[in-house]
């Protein structure tokens, strides 16, 4: 028995890890932009390689051979944002802020948000994580306050000289403001999508920021993270949304727990199409799409 438990130890041991590789692999691919890319390369090479093999194709396996090199840079490139995302994360586990302040900053947020959904005052709000937003935004202007509900709402009040761009918030404090994000590439968004979302959008596709968005035109309150867009979602469903992603609880500092929350990380609140007629108190989430989100 112990000599048969030598002999398959190994075996067993890389097909465990095989196994796990593969599950998370696949539910991070499953729900990122590159998806469809993914799933129609591997199937066309599946299909070159069962029709290789059934008609003994020698030349034509010889090249899937040679060209695998080829096909693992492709992976890379399709998937750069999300492996880049994942890096940064495991390069800067844990995070060192208490829960208690994580979830004043999250209040912070709320009630910013609420004031200017109120005066119908557009708004970017994006709160720094892992990747250093410096990176990925063209300007701004350095601020280095406090994060308060009457800081942010004087930034973005329209007659002042800065309301303009984004705001980043790092570490519960303001650090830069009239910040440009960069503009998502999606071709799936309606014309009449807003700059606002767009950029949300965009930044969120290239870092692990929470980018929060108030319309101007119809006050509807939304959220980007991840490549991932909900719009018009209440007060509440948006306070759930930033605990569960931004409060250290939810992060793990177990290696294996944190993979299993990243993998299955995402905005869960269902989307629903804002009224322009409809009040601000919380109201019930629908699914819709990100396509017509207001500017």
Not at 224 to 240: D, N
């Amino acid at each position: 028995m112990w000599e048969f438990l030598l002999k398959v130890w190994k075996p067993l041991l890389e097909i465990l890890i095989l196994t796990v590789g593969i599950y998370y692999a696949l539910r991070i691919v499953r729900r990122t932009r590159g998806a469809p890319v993914a799933l129609g390369f591997v199937v066309v090479l599946l299909a070159l390689v069962l029709v290789s093999f059934l008609l003994d194709l020698k030349v034509l396996r010889y090249l899937l051979g040679a060209f695998t090199a080829y096909f693992v840079l492709a992976v890379v490139v399709i998937f750069q944002p999300e492996l880049r995302r994942m890096l940064a994360e495991l390069g800067n586990l844990p995070l060192f802020a208490t829960a208690h302040e994580q979830r004043e900053n999250v209040e912070v947020i709320i009630q910013t948000v609420e004031r200017l959904a109120d005066a119908r005052i557009g708004a970017l709000i994006a709160i720094e994580q892992t990747i250093n937003l410096l990176e990925a935004v063209e300007s701004g202007v350095m601020v280095d306050c406090e994060a308060t509900p009457e800081m942010l709402e004087t930034i973005f009040f329209p007659n002042n000289a800065i309301h303009d761009g984004g705001v980043i918030i790092k570490g519960g404090r303001i650090a830069f403001a009239a910040c440009i994000f960069p503009m998502t590439q999606r071709q799936d968004l309606s014309k009449s999508t807003g700059t606002r979302h767009r950029a949300a959008i965009g930044l969120s596709e290239e870092t692990d920021a929470v980018v929060v968005v108030v319309s101007e035109e119809t006050s509807a309150i939304s959220y980007a993270y991840k490549g991932e867009f909900v719009r018009g979602v209440s007060l509440e469903a948006l306070r759930v949304f930033l605990t569960s992603v931004l409060v250290t609880p939810s992060r793990s500092r177990n290696w294996m727990a944190w993979l299993r929350s990243w993998a299955a990380s995402g905005p869960r609140p269902a989307q629903v199409e804002p009224s322009k007629s409809a009040p601000l108190a919380p109201r019930p989430a629908t699914t819709t799409t990100t396509t017509g989100a207001a500017k």
